[in-house]
């Protein structure tokens, strides 16, 4: 089970950390995610962090995210900052495993980011 926190409004140029808490270990999880989506958009991929610490990220927020990892807290985060009102969305953690050669994948609720003046 995965529970995102630490939405919230923020004006433009402004920062937010999102945290996703997992019930269970991380440690065996193969990746990390944060997706978003915007009302009337397709849910898009915003950045993510694999069981080695290889890092992704959408083009629109290089530069200004970082989604980072404490494994110790079962925790990633996901430190946003030079907020865009484009960057208004819904955010959603996600992870998959891979166990024995099944796939498994798991969501949290979505935080609500607002940028706006």
């Known amino acids: 089970q995965l529970q995102a926190s630490g939405g919230g409004l923020v004006q433009p140029g402004g920062s937010l950390r999102l945290s996703c808490a997992a019930s269970?270990?991380?440690?065996?999880?193969?990746?990390m995610d944060w997706y978003r989506q915007a009302p009337g958009k397709q849910r898009e991929l915003v950045a993510g962090?694999?069981?080695?610490?290889?890092?992704n990220y959408a083009d629109s927020v290089k530069g200004r995210f970082t989604i980072s990892k404490y494994n110790a807290r079962n925790t990633v985060y996901l430190q946003m900052n030079s907020l865009k009102p484009e960057d208004t969305a819904f955010y959603y953690c996600?992870?998959?495993?891979?166990?024995?050669?099944?796939?498994?994948?798991?969501w949290g609720q979505g935080t609500l980011v607002t940028v706006s003046s």
């Open positions: 269970g270990s991380i440690f065996s999880l193969n990746a």
């Open positions: 996600h992870a998959y495993e891979i166990v024995a050669g099944t796939w498994y994948d798991y």
């Open positions: 962090i694999t069981s080695s610490d290889n890092t």
